[in-house]
């Protein structure tokens, strides 16, 4: 990815608009959470907060923005997070994250999400699709209490399906890293897509000649790691598409990866998985999130 820098024909890295900065801070206030700190730098920003799951009226749903249509060559992203203790927060992005073609540099985006003691913290983005020729590093940093729980999603796809581009982006780089306070390391997930490789992208344990893969982490001390493996393995075994379900270290959680090449089927599916470890760890269902 580095190989790839070169000063950009328009705005170079760190000019005004090419570097997002959302700094949010999640404290409890009374009965309910509440975002009690926030900075934000364009093109990263966020609305205020909505109150709108009924069965979780103390939960704030805060739908990350960005100002520019989506992620440009040479923007440079941060997202600091921090939920307190005893919070209960929904993070999510208003759309997809789009990753825009490049023909100098690269884009990155930084997301560092710290989790206290005895906190419950949702953060499912929409999917990420990169574009033609996109050049687009990310690194998610979990910051995790023993006593605290973190649903964690992704969802890639392959490139704009209805124009017909299946990993024409040129690099596709991810790094997952969940660690304790104390900084000893709990899992790991690195996403290497670069399809002019030798490897290409299609083979298995990446896309395996689908068009979309999601992931959906779950850490939690709320349940054992088999228990939430089971839920997992059951909501997505109705779906029909091909998964994968196993447990993480230590019996902090369980982890599940699924592959399609029907988008709509994917949301489906991500959801039934986000429902049922919902129902299961908190006792209520997965809420209607509108998006337009």
């Keep these: 990815m580095l190989a790839l820098d070169s000063p950009p024909d328009t705005l170079a ?12 801070r999640y404290a409890r206030v009374g009965d309910r959470t509440e975002l009690v700190d926030r900075y934000q730098k364009s093109p990263l920003q966020v609305m205020r907060p909505l109150y709108v799951d009924p069965l979780r009226p103390d939960m704030p749903v805060t ?6 249509g989506g992620i440009l060559q040479a923007d440079r992203n941060r997202i600091d997070v921090d939920c307190g203790p005893d919070t209960a927060v929904h993070l999510t992005t ?23 003691d ?3 913290v949702e953060y499912l983005p929409d999917p990420l699709i990169p574009y033609r020729d996109a050049r687009f590093y990310q690194h ?13 999603g992704e969802t890639i796809a392959a490139g704009r399906l209805a124009r017909d581009e299946r990993h024409a982006y040129r690099m596709l780089f991810s790094d997952l890293e969940v660690r304790r306070p104390d900084g ?13 490789s030798a490897g290409g992208v299609s083979g298995p344990a990446v896309f395996a000649g689908h068009d979309l893969t999601a992931s959906l982490y779950v850490l939690t001390p709320l349940a054992p790691a088999a228990r939430v493996a089971d839920v997992l393995h059951e909501a997505l075994l109705a779906t029909g598409l091909l998964f994968g379900v196993s447990v993480l270290p230590d019996d902090s959680g369980a ?4 592959l399609s090449s029907d988008s709509p089927a994917v949301t489906r599916a991500v959801r039934a998985a986000w429902d049922a470890v919902r129902r299961l760890l908190i006792g209520v269902p997965a809420p209607d999130l509108r998006k337009s």
């Design 13 to 24: 890295a760190g000019r005004p608009g090419k570097v997002g900065l959302l700094e949010l």
């Design 63 to 68: 739908y990350l923005m960005s100002t520019g």
């Design 184 to 196: 000893s390391l709990l899992a790991v997930d690195s996403v290497r897509l670069e399809p002019q």
């Design 140 to 152: 998610t940093r979990v910051t995790l209490d023993s006593s605290a729980t973190v649903l964690l």
């Design 255 to 258: 982890w599940a990866r699924i």
């Design 118 to 120: 005895g906190s419950y």
């Design 94 to 116: 208003q759309a997809a994250t789009k990753v825009h073609r490049m023909e100098f540099d690269h884009a990155t985006q930084v997301v560092n999400l710290r989790v206290q």
